[in-house]
């Protein structure tokens, strides 16, 4: 079976935790019948195959990027230039997204990128609270909302993912919350970690190429 009707099942199927507080937004495109055939061909163009990717963990999506196409770090814009997908979004970029396609340009492309990789999340949907993005650990009572979720997340998309290496996107709370994830299940044999992009592009944009070189090192190891 190739990996896109994985990853789509897997999608299609997403829920937010049940027990969120109620002041708490969640951001699910893939239940939006407008974004959902974008998606579709999304994963049917650079997932139509049968090798398993190496993973790489976001935190969750956010209200200009992913949370908007369905696709982690992409946005409206790199959907339609880099990705050849045409769409009907406002045409917004986000920092991060920005970074990310300059990494995967300088990889290769995109096609080439996908062939090996696929990025995810800890918690694959976004949140928002007061009209401003919010990242999974900044939520009360995060650790007894997310733990389960985030095991159960992964172990739903264990048919299509390497399980000898994962990459973590950040170098905080999420690499520290998915390790201890790990230490416990033993998904992965080991797990790396590059910096957040929305850091780089916020406080190191006059290193950027540095950091791409980074990536592009870790991705190759």
Known sequence: MNISKQILDFLKKLHPPSNLPQDVITLNPYADARVWPLVEKFYQIYYNSQE??????????????????????TDPIRLEEDCQIP????????????????????????????????????????????????????IPSWKQIFTDYAVDMIRQ???????????????????????????????????ITVPHPRWIMQYRLKKKDLFIQEYLDKLSG
């Open 87 to 138: 769409n009907h979004f406002d045409k917004r970029a986000e920092l991060s997204s920005r970074f990310i396609y300059d990494m995967i340009n300088s990889y290769g492309g995109p096609e080439k990128f996908y062939s090996r990789f696929y990025i995810s999340a800890v918690s694959p949907l976004g949140y928002m609270m007061d009209g401003k993005n919010l990242n999974y650990y900044e």
């Open 157 to 191: 998309q264990e048919g299509f993912i390497n399980t000898d290496m994962a990459i973590c996107i950040g170098q905080g709370q999420n690499l520290k919350f998915l390790e201890e994830i790990n230490k416990k299940h033993q998904f992965f044999k080991k797990i």
């Open 52 to 73: 398993k990717k190496t993973i790489l963990f976001g935190i969750n999506p956010g209200r200009l990027g992913g949370g908007i196409t369905g696709i982690p770090f």
